[in-house]
């Protein structure tokens, strides 16, 4: 049974589905959410909030849109950062919305041309690339973290996000091309 028949199932009240998913997918949900919360207790607390999401938005998922994997890991991904950001632990994070909180229909069109511009910029890229790219970006990785994983050393990681910082800069249209 893949993920998305899963989804599909606990959207409809099956407790058994979403046993099995847990089972299957817990390790990532866990390792996206390792990556952006350092207390235990916060990151335990964070993957029962995350259970308990997909529980309740099992229904939105979108088979049309993607595969479930990436749909799992950004529910996650934005669970760990609310948290996180809910804790005052980080304040780096740009802010994209109006002063009253709500993007302007301007602001939220630039956001999905940008989006739509990145997403084919990744395409482009070599899959150890995009790996680069999500690891640091959308899992907020440390350099450290990354290199343990990948055995190497972090001046090494740190020489490929260059590169790969210019590479999408040329891709996207900006500076050094």
Not at 59 to 73: D, I
């Amino acid at each position: 049974m893949t993920d998305e028949e899963l989804l599909r199932r606990i959207a409809g009240g099956g407790h058994e589905a979403m046993e099995e998913l847990l089972r299957r997918r817990g390790p990532l949900l866990r390792y996206v959410i390792g990556g952006i919360l350092a207390d235990a207790r916060d990151r335990e607390e964070c993957y029962n909030d995350v259970c308990l999401l997909l529980w309740q938005r099992a229904g939105t998922f979108r088979p049309e849109r993607g595969s479930a994997a990436p749909w799992l890991t950004t529910v996650a991904r934005n669970a760990a950062v609310d948290r996180r950001n809910a804790l005052g632990k980080r304040e780096e994070l740009p802010l994209t919305e109006s002063a009253h909180g709500v993007p302007s229909p301007e602001e939220e069109l630039l956001r999905r041309e940008e989006a739509a511009r990145l997403r084919e910029a990744l395409a482009g890229l070599e899959s150890w690339e995009r790996s680069l790219f999500y690891r640091k970006y959308y899992y907020l990785q440390t350099t450290a973290q990354m290199a343990l994983e990948m055995g190497c050393t972090e001046r090494a990681v740190e020489g490929r996000l260059y590169r790969l910082r210019h590479k999408l800069r040329k891709l996207l249209g900006g500076e050094g091309k």
